[in-house]
């Protein structure tokens, strides 16, 4: 294979891109690092001198499944587009990429720049069909050994989450013994505030109230900290209105063991999205588990009326119009803290319909009062007065205008015409 290397390779870089998945792999596996590194010698067996060898390790601890986050895979197919490399190497394919993205993204570069590619097997040219498709092939195997692997382990974990084995993490309240019973917090201060927030919810069925009665009682909510030098730890901080919908929504306070209520999804960034999945969809479900703060007839209790709650309030978490007078409904923004005010509307003189702008993020966030409450009778009056000094049939005639030079009409077909109800710019 040495015949691939001409003189023009060798008078650019070899790289050595060196890679594990985990950095418990680059602790515990050194050997397979140890090989890595010792494909410096076929470079220069091949003959590059060693300061034309360049080692690339700065993925170390890195999965190979995309590049986000992997600065030195990204390095190297910057440097190999810009011709600087005449030589890569890798272990094997499943070192350099996991995806086949990836792989023939850098396989296509490398064609163009006639880099060799070498692994322990043997050196290849990508720019020559054989060799082209034998990567390909070697490409494609390491993403099926990556799809196979995951789905090995995923299927051992749902098989011991089915029978209810998985050791899952626990939400603050509840604990592990040394032989791994689910007991309450030894903690009677956790354990009274958790019991609290079941008890105010009981009495009003509203989360909002129970994080004001916490606040006016001036009580402090638990939460254990999960990572950092005071990993395990509680810390006491003022209860939000999220604390009060996990607790409330966690099945694990009633005594169930539950697996499979979120999915996580990655998308090409490389950010996780986390979705909330349908009971119906739930891997395991299994009632009675072990002890609770609350029945499940009371845990169904509760997100009945959360249920409920949400129906009641769902017109008010989205921006689009709705029915009613106001004018800047879903429009208008808090001048104090940027979140998009809401619209309540309050009869004067038994007939006619006022609308008031409220803020409301930090009365339901935290129990505080709302930012600002404006009224909007004042505010609607003067908007529509500027709406009708501005929308005149000149403005729509250059709208219209302006319109047709962008977007031209079709041949035989009419030119666009203005929606009903339709204005030009203001």
Known sequence: MAQHVTAQHLTRLACLYVRQSTLQQVLENTESTARQYALRERARA???PDERIVVIDQDLGHSGASTVDRLGFQRLVAEVGLGQVGLVLGLEVSRLARNSRDWHHLLEICALTHTLILDEEGLYDPSTFNDRLLLGLKGTMSEAELF?????LQGGIRNYARRGALK??????LCYTENE???????????TSIHEVFRSFAQTGSAFTTVRHFHKEHLLFPRRIRCGAHQGEIAWGEIQHHDVLRVLHQPAYAGAYVFGRTRSTKTADGKVHITDQPRSEWIALVKNAHVGYITWEDYERNEAQLAMNSQAYAPERFSPPREGPALLQ???ICGTCGERMTVR????????IIPDYLCQRKSIEQGENPCQRIPGADLDRVIGALLVERVTPETLALTMAVQEQIIPPCSGSPALAPSSGGAGPI
């Open 345 to 352: 509307y309050h009869q004067r003189g038994g007939h006619r």
């Open 330 to 332: 879903g429009l208008i």
């Open 168 to 173: 899952l993490p626990l939400p603050i309240g």
């Open 148 to 152: 196979v692997l995951r789905a090995r």
């Open 181 to 191: 019973v689910v007991v309450l917090d030894p903690d009677l201060l956790v354990q």
């Open 46 to 48: 091949l003959g590059w």
